[in-house]
């Protein structure tokens, strides 16, 4: 007999239809316009079901690192050393400072935590994408739809509601993106958050916003008093005309959602903070110190290890900058697909963590598993399969819930 700790924590359930297209053609009726990109399959047509006894401990976890990161950040704000020690440019600090702390949870209302879940159910956090995660369509529209297909259950049906009750206290006007119109999944991303936010929000490109003494404009010179963007808050150090964007931000002229305290939670040097912290015994008390051993990596601002590890930026996104080391300690993959933003941010250096394998239609993938957190709440999965790195040219597929 199989017992529950000898039972996978994922099956693979589905087979692929022949009519893709009008599969595809539904999905955008829906909202989510790129399920096929530049002609390749972005979304598969099959599903993961998750084991629900591994579902609920990843709820779990994923409620107690929230208050872990949000108690971590509190220790950090004001302190400028750590900022530095972070990677965070030097431009943001006097923002940072200037400006006060949102809530207990809520300092980042929008982001996803990205998990490392073995064959065997053992969960590790990888990273937290606080600041402009995507894969909201994915997993807010997709992946309730597949489930349903898939007689799977979904905890993603809350995200909509989720997202109305966090923009109903934010209330931006505008929300923006790079190529606004152009850029299928950042413009279908904002696209749906406003549309399930229930407000009357101007979607625009940020390339054509200007800064005229401090106050944020449109294109047409109209102001922008409060702004969802899809634009990493590391950037303003690097783009022409980020300082004076920094500066509408600091002189209380324009309101950056998620705040720009997000940025403190970005760090990927977060979690090498937390570690020390951990091992220090300092700042977190027993059932924090106990989902930060259970759930999390060592982690340190240099390569301290005798076995596996990985090697990121402390600001890199989709994979880009990932570089996988073996057990000899010699580079054994590294992303050549995302960009290296290690030329402008530090390096962090994170013990290995070996994702799940999946057998796919497709062929054999490994399998990032993202648990967004929106208004402080757990709420929903994103499937990612792909190589040892999962970067940007890997594969959105739905997982979902065992119904038994």
């Known amino acids: 007999m199989t017992t529950k700790r000898q039972q996978k924590a994922f099956e693979v359930v589905g087979k692929p239809r022949e009519d893709r ?45 929230w208050r872990v990161f949000d108690r971590a950040c509190r220790f950090v704000h004001g302190r400028q050393d750590l900022y530095a020690m972070l990677g965070i440019p030097e431009l943001l600090w006097p923002t940072l400072d200037a400006l006060e702390l949102q809530g207990d949870g809520l300092i980042s209302r929008y982001a996803r935590f990205d998990f490392a879940i073995s064959d065997e159910g053992i969960i590790q956090l990888l990273e937290l994408n606080a600041d402009t995660p995507t894969g909201y369509a994915e997993a807010a529209i997709a992946t309730p739809w597949q489930c349903e297909r898939l007689s ?42 406003v549309k399930h936010s229930g407000q009357q929000i101007d979607c625009v490109d940020l390339l054509e916003l200007w800064v005229d003494e401090g106050v944020l404009r449109k294109k047409d010179g109209q102001a922008i008093d409060r702004i969802f963007a899809l634009y990493p808050k590391e950037w303003m150090a690097v783009d022409e005309g980020g300082e004076a964007l920094a500066y509408a931000v600091e002189s209380g002229q324009l309101q950056l959602f998620n705040s720009v305290h997000s940025i403190i939670l970005q760090s990927k040097g977060m979690m090498a903070l937390i570690w020390g912290l ?51 300690g010699q580079l054994e993959v590294k992303d050549e697909d995302g960009f290296d933003t290690s030329q402008l ?20 993938f490994s399998l990032l598993t993202g648990m967004f957190v929106i208004n402080g709440v757990p709420c929903g999965l994103l499937g990612r399969a792909g190589g040892l790195i999962t970067g940007n040219t890997s594969h959105f597929v739905a997982i979902g819930v065992k119904a038994t």
């Open 152 to 193: 799977l259950e979904s905890p993603n049906v809350q995200m909509p509601a989720l997202v109305a009750a966090a923009w109903a206290e934010e209330q931006p006007d505008t929300a923006a993106c790079a190529a606004y119109g152009e850029h299928l999944e950042d413009s279908g991303t904002i696209d749906m958050l």
């Open 278 to 328: 951990y091992e220090l015994h300092m700042l977190f008390g027993a059932d924090e110190r106990s989902a930060i051993e259970r759930y999390m990596l060592p982690t340190y601002n240099k390569a301290l290890f005798d076995g596996s590890y990985v090697s990121k930026s402390m600001f890199g996104r989709e994979g880009g900058s990932v570089i996988l080391y073996d057990e000899q």
């Open 21 to 65: 297209d009008a599969l595809v053609a539904e999905l955008a009726a829906l909202g989510f316009t790129w399920a096929d990109l530049e002609g390749e399959p972005y979304w598969i047509d099959q599903a993961v079901a998750m084991r629900r006894e591994v579902y609920e401990e990843l709820e779990e976890a994923a409620a107690m690192l």
């Open 345 to 364: 941010f530090p390096r962090v250096y994170q013990k290995r963590a070996e994702l799940a394998k999946i057998e796919l239609e497709a062929g054999p």
